[in-house]
């Protein structure tokens, strides 16, 4: 069963930047597709980015052109490099992996403010 773990998140100014990472463990990471999602408070949970396994990239719409997924499979990680950010991306960010079934991590809060 794979596991997953976020790291990466906290306070951040407006207009900054921010790299989360999500390292599974206990199983082949080439063979999930990965994604990250969003939920803040009062709010669905919302598609952030996913990337598949032979790397084809979907983005939210609220976050194209400044969020950017990316995976290493060597190290079992997925990553979201966040720019520019805005008080609107705060949320708590999930990692989710998928293969047959999906297995979210425990969330990682992100906090835009100045």
């Known amino acids: 069963q794979v596991q997953l773990v976020e790291s990466g998140g906290g306070l951040v100014q407006p207009g900054g930047s921010l790299r989360l990472s999500c390292a599974a463990s206990?199983?082949?990471?080439?063979?999930?597709?990965m994604g990250w999602y969003r939920q803040a408070p009062g709010k669905q949970r919302e598609l952030v980015a996913f990337i598949t396994t032979n790397g084809i990239i979907t983005y939210g719409d609220s976050v194209k052109g400044r969020f950017t997924i990316s995976r290493e499979n060597t190290k079992s990680t997925v990553y979201l490099q966040m720019n520019s950010v805005k008080p609107e991306d705060t949320a708590v960010y999930y990692c989710?992996?998928?293969?047959?079934?999906?297995?979210w991590g425990q969330g990682t809060l992100v906090t835009v403010s100045s």
């Open positions: 206990g199983t082949i990471f080439s063979l999930y597709h």
């Open positions: 989710k992996a998928v293969r047959v079934v999906e297995v």
